[in-house]
Protein backbone atom coordinates (compact mmCIF):
# COMPACT_ATOMS: atom_id res chain seq x y z
CA UNK A 1 0.00 0.00 0.00
CA UNK A 2 1.14 3.93 0.52
CA UNK A 3 3.19 3.28 3.78
CA UNK A 4 5.15 0.05 2.07
CA UNK A 5 6.29 2.61 -1.38
CA UNK A 6 6.79 5.16 1.26
CA UNK A 7 9.53 2.71 3.24
CA UNK A 8 10.80 1.48 -0.59
CA UNK A 9 11.48 5.28 -1.43
CA UNK A 10 12.52 6.18 1.87
CA UNK A 11 14.94 3.21 1.55
CA UNK A 12 16.65 4.21 -1.36
CA UNK A 13 17.12 7.82 -0.47
CA UNK A 14 19.02 6.57 2.80
CA UNK A 15 21.45 4.94 0.48
CA UNK A 16 22.81 8.36 -0.30
CA UNK A 17 25.30 9.94 2.28
CA UNK A 18 22.97 12.67 4.56
CA UNK A 19 23.64 15.93 3.46
CA UNK A 20 25.78 17.32 6.00
CA UNK A 21 28.89 15.38 7.03
CA UNK A 22 27.03 12.73 8.71
CA UNK A 23 27.36 8.96 8.21
CA UNK A 24 26.21 7.57 4.82
CA UNK A 25 23.64 5.20 5.81
CA UNK A 26 24.43 1.58 5.26
CA UNK A 27 22.71 -1.62 4.84
CA UNK A 28 24.01 -2.33 7.67
CA UNK A 29 21.86 0.58 9.31
CA UNK A 30 19.02 -0.83 7.15
CA UNK A 31 19.43 -4.28 8.62
CA UNK A 32 18.83 -3.37 11.96
CA UNK A 33 15.74 -0.86 11.58
CA UNK A 34 14.16 -4.07 10.12
CA UNK A 35 15.42 -6.43 12.82
CA UNK A 36 14.18 -3.14 16.04
CA UNK A 37 10.75 -3.29 13.50
CA UNK A 38 10.79 -6.75 14.68
CA UNK A 39 11.62 -6.64 18.09
CA UNK A 40 9.22 -4.25 19.10
CA UNK A 41 6.35 -6.36 17.37
CA UNK A 42 7.60 -9.40 19.32
CA UNK A 43 8.70 -7.79 22.55
CA UNK A 44 6.82 -9.71 25.68
CA UNK A 45 6.18 -6.04 26.84
CA UNK A 46 3.31 -3.52 25.52
CA UNK A 47 5.69 -0.89 23.89
CA UNK A 48 3.65 -0.30 21.25
CA UNK A 49 0.07 0.02 21.19
CA UNK A 50 -2.34 -2.92 19.99
CA UNK A 51 -3.14 -1.41 17.11
CA UNK A 52 -0.02 -0.34 15.96
CA UNK A 53 1.56 -3.69 15.97
CA UNK A 54 0.86 -5.23 12.77
CA UNK A 55 2.55 -1.86 11.28
CA UNK A 56 5.68 -1.11 13.47
CA UNK A 57 7.51 -0.35 10.72
CA UNK A 58 5.11 2.41 9.38
CA UNK A 59 3.94 4.35 11.70
CA UNK A 60 6.84 4.25 13.87
CA UNK A 61 10.20 3.45 12.42
CA UNK A 62 9.12 5.81 9.25
CA UNK A 63 8.01 8.45 11.24
CA UNK A 64 10.82 8.12 13.57
CA UNK A 65 13.14 7.66 10.52
CA UNK A 66 11.78 11.03 8.49
CA UNK A 67 12.09 12.71 11.97
CA UNK A 68 16.00 11.72 12.41
CA UNK A 69 17.05 12.83 8.96
CA UNK A 70 14.99 16.31 9.59
CA UNK A 71 16.95 16.65 12.76
CA UNK A 72 19.90 16.08 11.40
CA UNK A 73 22.06 16.65 14.26
CA UNK A 74 25.90 17.42 14.38
CA UNK A 75 28.39 14.81 13.59
CA UNK A 76 29.36 13.88 17.67
CA UNK A 77 26.79 15.89 19.11
CA UNK A 78 25.07 14.07 22.49
CA UNK A 79 21.07 13.83 22.74
CA UNK A 80 19.04 12.43 25.48
CA UNK A 81 15.51 10.24 23.84
CA UNK A 82 13.12 11.68 27.43
CA UNK A 83 10.57 9.00 27.70
CA UNK A 84 12.13 6.93 25.07
CA UNK A 85 9.44 4.05 26.04
CA UNK A 86 10.55 0.94 23.95
CA UNK A 87 13.02 3.46 22.15
CA UNK A 88 11.49 5.65 20.02
CA UNK A 89 12.95 7.74 18.39
CA UNK A 90 16.36 7.41 20.00
CA UNK A 91 17.17 3.85 18.69
CA UNK A 92 16.47 5.04 15.47
CA UNK A 93 18.30 7.78 15.98
CA UNK A 94 21.67 5.57 17.07
CA UNK A 95 20.93 3.17 14.38
CA UNK A 96 21.09 5.93 11.58
CA UNK A 97 23.41 8.32 13.18
CA UNK A 98 26.69 6.24 14.43
CA UNK A 99 28.74 9.82 15.33
CA UNK A 100 26.40 11.19 17.41
CA UNK A 101 25.87 9.79 21.35
CA UNK A 102 22.55 8.75 22.25
CA UNK A 103 21.70 8.56 25.83
CA UNK A 104 17.79 6.95 26.06
CA UNK A 105 15.68 7.10 29.54
CA UNK A 106 12.53 6.40 30.80
CA UNK A 107 10.81 6.39 33.93
CA UNK A 108 9.83 2.30 33.97
CA UNK A 109 12.58 -0.26 34.79
CA UNK A 110 11.05 -3.08 32.39
CA UNK A 111 11.13 -0.92 29.77
CA UNK A 112 14.78 0.23 29.78
CA UNK A 113 15.59 -3.12 30.63
CA UNK A 114 13.77 -4.08 26.96
CA UNK A 115 15.62 -1.21 25.42
CA UNK A 116 19.16 -2.31 26.46
CA UNK A 117 18.52 -5.55 25.49
CA UNK A 118 17.67 -4.55 22.03
CA UNK A 119 20.63 -2.41 22.13
CA UNK A 120 22.72 -5.48 22.56
CA UNK A 121 20.95 -7.57 20.35
CA UNK A 122 21.50 -4.73 17.76
CA UNK A 123 24.49 -4.59 17.84
CA UNK A 124 24.08 -0.65 18.65
CA UNK A 125 26.98 0.77 20.27
CA UNK A 126 26.70 4.45 20.38
CA UNK A 127 23.29 4.66 22.89
CA UNK A 128 23.64 4.28 26.55
CA UNK A 129 20.24 3.55 28.74
CA UNK A 130 19.10 5.21 32.19
CA UNK A 131 16.22 4.51 34.46
CA UNK A 132 14.37 7.45 36.39
CA UNK A 133 11.83 10.12 36.59
CA UNK A 134 13.27 12.94 34.63
CA UNK A 135 12.15 15.09 38.10
CA UNK A 136 15.30 13.05 39.35
CA UNK A 137 17.82 12.57 36.53
CA UNK A 138 17.69 16.20 35.38
CA UNK A 139 19.25 16.78 39.11
CA UNK A 140 21.56 14.44 38.32
CA UNK A 141 25.53 16.05 38.36
CA UNK A 142 26.61 13.51 34.97
CA UNK A 143 23.26 14.62 33.14
CA UNK A 144 22.40 18.15 34.36
CA UNK A 145 23.37 20.78 31.31
CA UNK A 146 25.15 18.03 29.61
CA UNK A 147 23.72 17.19 26.33
CA UNK A 148 23.49 19.22 23.17
CA UNK A 149 19.60 18.53 22.65
CA UNK A 150 17.02 16.39 23.93
CA UNK A 151 14.37 14.54 21.71
CA UNK A 152 11.58 13.57 23.03
CA UNK A 153 8.31 11.76 21.47
CA UNK A 154 4.72 11.07 23.09
CA UNK A 155 5.67 12.49 26.80
CA UNK A 156 3.05 15.13 27.12
CA UNK A 157 2.02 18.64 26.49
CA UNK A 158 4.50 21.43 25.27
CA UNK A 159 4.87 22.62 28.69
CA UNK A 160 4.91 19.39 30.41
CA UNK A 161 8.11 18.54 27.65
CA UNK A 162 9.99 21.97 28.01
CA UNK A 163 10.16 21.70 32.04
CA UNK A 164 10.87 18.05 32.01
CA UNK A 165 13.63 18.44 29.27
CA UNK A 166 15.39 21.74 30.39
CA UNK A 167 17.41 20.58 33.29
CA UNK A 168 19.14 18.38 30.31
CA UNK A 169 20.55 21.35 28.27
CA UNK A 170 22.47 24.38 28.99
CA UNK A 171 22.83 27.44 27.05
CA UNK A 172 22.49 26.97 23.38
CA UNK A 173 21.02 23.34 24.14
CA UNK A 174 17.78 22.83 22.26
CA UNK A 175 14.44 20.48 23.18
CA UNK A 176 12.95 18.98 20.06
CA UNK A 177 9.98 17.93 20.35
CA UNK A 178 8.07 15.16 18.30
CA UNK A 179 4.39 16.31 17.61
CA UNK A 180 1.17 15.94 15.42
CA UNK A 181 -0.72 18.41 13.63
CA UNK A 182 -2.82 19.25 17.61
CA UNK A 183 0.61 21.06 19.07
CA UNK A 184 -0.98 24.13 17.64
CA UNK A 185 -3.30 23.95 20.50
CA UNK A 186 -0.66 23.96 22.74
CA UNK A 187 1.55 26.42 21.39
CA UNK A 188 0.44 29.83 23.81
CA UNK A 189 0.97 27.55 26.90
CA UNK A 190 4.03 26.16 25.55
CA UNK A 191 5.22 29.95 24.89
CA UNK A 192 4.30 31.05 28.19
CA UNK A 193 6.32 27.64 30.38
CA UNK A 194 9.32 28.23 27.58
CA UNK A 195 9.46 32.15 29.08
CA UNK A 196 9.57 30.57 32.64
CA UNK A 197 12.18 28.20 31.72
CA UNK A 198 14.76 30.34 29.65
CA UNK A 199 13.71 28.70 25.80
CA UNK A 200 12.51 30.49 23.02
CA UNK A 201 10.27 28.24 20.76
CA UNK A 202 12.81 28.89 17.58
CA UNK A 203 10.36 26.94 15.19
CA UNK A 204 7.27 24.99 14.64
CA UNK A 205 8.90 22.59 11.28
CA UNK A 206 6.07 20.15 9.34
CA UNK A 207 8.22 16.78 8.96
CA UNK A 208 8.32 15.72 4.96
CA UNK A 209 8.12 12.06 4.17
CA UNK A 210 6.63 10.82 8.00
CA UNK A 211 3.86 8.40 7.39
CA UNK A 212 1.94 10.48 9.77
CA UNK A 213 1.52 14.25 9.98
CA UNK A 214 4.65 15.10 12.28
CA UNK A 215 5.27 18.57 13.39
CA UNK A 216 8.90 19.26 15.13
CA UNK A 217 8.68 22.32 17.84
CA UNK A 218 12.24 23.46 18.71
CA UNK A 219 12.66 24.87 21.61
CA UNK A 220 16.39 26.95 22.08
CA UNK A 221 17.96 27.41 25.83
CA UNK A 222 18.81 31.35 26.07
CA UNK A 223 20.86 30.37 29.61
CA UNK A 224 21.68 27.65 31.87
CA UNK A 225 18.65 25.50 33.47
CA UNK A 226 17.07 27.57 36.39
CA UNK A 227 17.94 26.09 39.72
CA UNK A 228 13.90 24.83 40.96
CA UNK A 229 13.48 23.24 37.70
CA UNK A 230 12.32 20.81 36.99
CA UNK A 231 9.55 20.85 40.14
CA UNK A 232 8.91 17.62 42.33
CA UNK A 233 8.18 13.74 41.12
CA UNK A 234 5.12 14.38 39.46
CA UNK A 235 4.09 17.90 39.49
CA UNK A 236 4.97 19.08 36.13
CA UNK A 237 2.44 17.00 34.67
CA UNK A 238 -0.44 17.82 37.64
CA UNK A 239 0.46 21.12 37.42
CA UNK A 240 1.62 22.51 34.27
CA UNK A 241 3.46 25.40 33.78
CA UNK A 242 1.80 28.38 32.10
N1 LIG B 1 8.81 7.94 23.25
C1 LIG B 1 8.16 6.64 23.14
C2 LIG B 1 7.35 6.58 21.87
O1 LIG B 1 7.20 7.57 21.18
O2 LIG B 1 6.85 5.48 21.55
C3 LIG B 1 7.31 6.31 24.37
C4 LIG B 1 6.12 7.20 24.60
S1 LIG B 1 5.19 6.72 26.01
C5 LIG B 1 3.62 7.35 25.60
C6 LIG B 1 5.77 7.81 27.30
C7 LIG B 1 6.96 7.26 28.07
O3 LIG B 1 7.47 8.27 28.94
C8 LIG B 1 6.61 6.07 28.95
O4 LIG B 1 7.50 5.00 28.64
C9 LIG B 1 6.81 6.57 30.37
O5 LIG B 1 7.32 5.57 31.23
C10 LIG B 1 7.79 7.70 30.18
N2 LIG B 1 7.65 8.79 31.19
C11 LIG B 1 6.53 9.43 31.56
N3 LIG B 1 6.80 10.37 32.48
C12 LIG B 1 8.14 10.35 32.67
C13 LIG B 1 9.03 11.10 33.50
N4 LIG B 1 8.59 12.06 34.30
N5 LIG B 1 10.35 10.81 33.43
C14 LIG B 1 10.80 9.82 32.62
N6 LIG B 1 10.00 9.09 31.82
C15 LIG B 1 8.69 9.34 31.85
Not at 25 to 38: G, H, M, W
Request: hydrophobic share 40%; with cysteine.
Amino acid sequence: GRADRRVRRLGRRWERPSREGGASVTEEAEERLDRYAELLRDSPINLVSRGARASVRERHIVESRAVVEHLNPRPDSSWLDLGTGGGLPGIVLAIERPDVEVVLADARAKKVREVERFCAVLGVANAAVRCGRAEQLARDPELRGRFDGVLVRALGTLPVVAELARGFVGPGGEIVAVKGPGVDAELEAGRSAADMLGLDIESVEEVADAATVVRLVRFRAVGAPPATTPRADGVPQRHPLA
